[in-house]
């Protein structure tokens, strides 16, 4: 068998490459990650890997897709919002006759934590998505926010409120469905960052609770009542 290479960014998993492989430990069931895959495969997504089965220690063999995953970088141009939205919505278009989603009575598969770091990119563009371990049935719009959360990286100081506004819009846009708006989108946002903050702290991530109380704090502040207008008086601030 071919080197193995360890690859970065597995907060829960060991991760490595072997060959034009990827090979990943198992911590909990997810053949309906894997059936996932499969379905992707058979409905022509080439925007995910291929599972390949169990390796002789029982680790998730999966095709390896070139390019680079951004763990650290942000800042992303419009071009590269646009193409990410865009990759969303055909994997979500994908996901709609997956068996499990049409039994739970749901829209897709959320991929549940698709963030730049789960992305591969190939010249500057992002193409591939990855770590589809939390995937489950569930709403476009539930999806949608939380990607729209971590892609903009709301609550980063380098932009305004009306900026980040605008680019929000610019990636509702590419995604392009008409029942996910800005509207909706500023309402599930607080949602989504809250639930990152109670996840974190049954954790015991102090660094990642506070992380994501902030955006959520910024995010009520400058896109939720900005897009929902609440009628309270501003505060008076010296």
Request: glycine content about 10%; charged content about 20%; proline content about 6%.
């Amino acid at each position: 068998m071919s080197e193995e290479i360890d690859l970065p960014g597995g907060q829960i998993n060991t991760v490595v490459r072997v060959g034009d492989t990827v090979r990943r430990t198992l911590r909990w069931d997810r053949a309906q990650q894997h059936d996932l895959l499969r379905h992707l495969e058979g409905v022509g997504f080439e925007g995910a890997p291929r599972f390949l089965g169990l390796d002789a220690e029982g680790r998730e063999t999966l095709t390896f897709l070139p390019g680079h995953v951004p763990y650290d970088t942000g800042g992303f141009t419009d071009a590269q919002l646009a193409a990410a939205a865009r990759l969303l919505r055909r994997y979500h278009d994908a996901t709609t006759g997956f068996a499990p989603v049409r039994e739970a009575g749901a829209e897709v598969m959320c991929h549940n934590d698709w963030t730049p770091a789960n992305t591969v990119f190939a010249d500057g563009m992002p193409y591939g998505m990855i770590d589809f371990d939390t995937a489950a049935p569930g709403t476009r719009l539930w999806d949608l926010a939380y990607s729209v959360w971590t892609w903009l990286d709301l609550g980063d100081p380098d932009y305004t409120g009306a900026e980040q506004r605008r680019r929000i819009g610019l990636f509702l846009a590419a995604y392009g469905h008409p029942d996910c708006t800005l509207q909706h989108v500023a309402g599930y946002l607080p949602t989504r960052q809250a639930g990152v903050v109670r996840w974190a702290r049954q954790w015991g991530m102090a660094a990642g609770a506070e992380w994501a109380m902030n955006a959520m704090e910024w995010t009520l502040e400058h896109v939720t009542e900005q897009v929902h207008l609440n009628g309270r008086p501003p505060i008076d601030r010296p």
